[in-house]
């Protein structure tokens, strides 16, 4: 017996179907169920016209993943729930094809557990590329029906000859051969490809055979009875307001990984991955480098699995996403989320990060989650040479999380505000230069601090309009100050400058955006370190950051240091 089998569900398999059904012949298709109807894949519609037409369709698991590298639970939910999703869709399923070829005992249990009937492996029948003392076919019935053995896949090195030499290796012996296509297609270059010219060479081959040999679908062969779908083991619960993350702080290792952990990332550029110590917290991070960028990203990010690690989350939901890093780039978080049936599909992306020479915290509040999902993933990522190193990562559902202490009465609202830590640019850490119009600004850092080793300073020149000045970076919650709305808020800088200066402010509005605010009162030119104050109206409704800095709008040289925001219920006095 000769079967004809087709793993992953790839489109272009359909021009195999077609070459098969003009000769008569009926194989079997195993699908990854969670990647049916995505670019490049077979649609249901297109599931359904195979099974019309007589082939049979297997499982393959819901995402492909190496099954023996996960924990038995896991592995159960992408077996069973594979052949859930192709049953609801109405075929009857009862062989398995293992991801990879990758299996042991347990995972054949899993499979009989799941109702297969068959599970096939791959690399155990010889043919001229592998396995030179394995047996030339499989015995039937098979010795273990769960781990059925079969050559090794079919690639772009096999020859007409050596798929017939296949066929009639086995016919010495007897027994049954199946053969594994994964891509038909007349122009891809993917290792796993043959032509459509090639499959017709070999279905009319395989068609003219005696009698004696015979083309049946893995059913066929095997034989049994349909068994009910059944599901894999439940999710565990998550905590009801805790943080979603598992292994949040990166401490535990699975073969050298922080477990429930992945590396990921797309496109063009070199990434290295690895743990390095000590963390923020604890004995370790993650870090980041990329290498050669010319375009995609890459980033770590919670294991995009079916419940055992990936944070489960609720369609409809907004939830708050976390995360301390350092970074020699700017960074923002990649968002991916888990479908119904357990296939996963990126989602957005954040504002970005500004680098950070020491640990900084990146926040940001997603929109709420699409209908269907299941599940969230994120991580912060590198998309351009650099380095990145994170930990401490959160993710809280908003409807759920736990409330945020204001800072106390009193508590200097600004990050780095004596400008003491450097950034990777001319701007300190935290802070960013800023101005518009038609004017010539340049920004530098200076030894002529009113505290500490450095201040910052702007010269214009060239004025026309327009104005120049140094403020908290303006992001969604690394650095930017954070502020209530209907509040009022002093402002305050040390500054030494040639020229009159001001207090220009901005805030962070409920949609997401900076907009200009307001400006303070002029402040006179100062030779000697001057302190300014302004006390803003009461902050509009919404907001939830200000940045403000004092700023030049005429020729002249500005330095400032020493800045300072406070709530004015409880503020210090100058």
């Given at each position: ?40 894949y077979m649609t249901v519609a297109d599931l359904q016209g195979l099974a019309a037409s007589g082939h049979e369709i297997g ?188 292994n949040p702080s990166l401490e535990t290792l699975s073969n050298g990984v922080p477990q429930c952990w992945q590396a990921g ?310």
């Amino acid at each position: 017996m000769v079967s004809l089998t087709f793993d992953d569900g790839n489109a272009d398999q359909l021009n195999a179907a077609q070459i098969m059904n003009a000769h008569g012949l009926k194989g079997t298709f195993y699908i990854t169920s969670g990647f049916t109807d995505r670019p490049g894949y077979m649609t249901v519609a297109d599931l359904q016209g195979l099974a019309a037409s007589g082939h049979e369709i297997g499982g393959h698991s819901v995402t492909h993943p190496d099954l023996v590298t996960l924990p038995v639970d896991e592995a159960a939910r992408q077996i069973c729930n594979d052949r859930v999703n192709l049953t609801s869709w109405g075929f009857p399923v009862t062989s398995f094809a293992y991801p990879f070829a990758s299996q042991n005992p347990a995972m054949e249990t899993v499979a009989q557990n799941c109702g297969y009937n068959s599970a096939r492996g791959l690399g155990d029948i010889k043919t001229r590329f592998s396995c030179p003392t394995c047996n030339l076919a499989e015995t039937m019935p098979p010795g273990n029906a769960f781990n059925t053995a079969a050559p090794d896949q079919v690639e772009n090195t096999w020859t007409l000859a050596d798929l017939q030499d296949s066929v009639t290796q086995a016919e010495s012996v007897g027994g049954w051969i199946q053969l594994t296509f994964h891509h038909i297609d007349a122009a891809s270059s993917d290792p796993l490809n043959i032509t459509p010219a090639l499959f017709e060479q070999f279905a009319v081959w395989l068609k003219s055979r005696p009698a004696t040999t015979t083309v049946q679908t893995v059913n066929q062969a095997v034989g049994g009875t349909v068994k009910p779908a059944v599901s894999g083991p439940a999710v565990p619960a998550q905590p009801v307001g805790g943080n979603l993350v598992q292994n949040p702080s990166l401490e535990t290792l699975s073969n050298g990984v922080p477990q429930c952990w992945q590396a990921g990332g797309y496109g063009t550029n070199t990434p290295t991955f690895t743990t390095v110590s000590p963390g923020r917290t604890g004995s370790r991070a993650q870090k980041l480098v990329m290498a050669g960028y010319v375009d995609g990203d890459a980033k770590w990010l919670p294991s995009l699995d079916l419940g055992g690690c990936s944070p489960s989350a609720t369609a409809g939901h907004t939830y708050k996403l976390g995360a301390w890093y350092t970074s020699s780039a700017p960074t923002q978080f990649a968002v991916y989320y888990r479908t119904g049936l357990g296939a996963w599909q990126y989602w957005t992306s954040s504002p970005w990060f500004a680098a950070a020479t020491t640990y900084q915290k990146a926040a940001w509040t997603s929109p709420a989650l699409p209908d269907g999902a299941t599940g969230i993933s994120f991580g912060l990522n590198l998309f351009s040479n650099g380095t990145l190193t994170t930990d401490d990562y959160e993710l809280f559902d908003v409807a759920s999380a736990p409330a945020i202490e204001p800072p106390a009465p009193g508590t200097n609202l600004v990050q780095n505000a004596s400008l003491e830590t450097a950034g990777t640019g001319t701007a300190a850490q935290c802070w960013q230069t800023s101005g518009y119009g038609t004017n010539v600004a340049t920004f530098a850092s200076v030894a002529t601090a009113h505290s500490g080793a450095g201040a910052g300073q702007v010269v214009i020149s060239g004025y026309v309009d327009g104005d120049a000045k140094l403020l908290p970076t303006m992001d969604t919650g690394s650095c930017s100050p954070p502020a209530i709305g209907g509040h009022t808020y002093s402002l305050r800088a040390w500054y030494t400058s040639t020229a009159v200066t001001q207090f220009s402010i901005y805030y962070l509005n409920a949609a997401g955006s900076w907009v200009y605010w307001t400006s303070s009162p002029w402040f006179a030119a100062a030779s000697a370190y001057t302190q300014a104050e302004f006390t803003t109206p009461e902050l509009p409704a919404g907001a939830t950051a200000v940045s403000f800095g004092l700023n030049l709008f005429s020729d002249g040289t500005l330095t400032t240091d020493d800045y300072a925001m406070y709530d004015s219920v409880g503020a210090p006095a100058l």
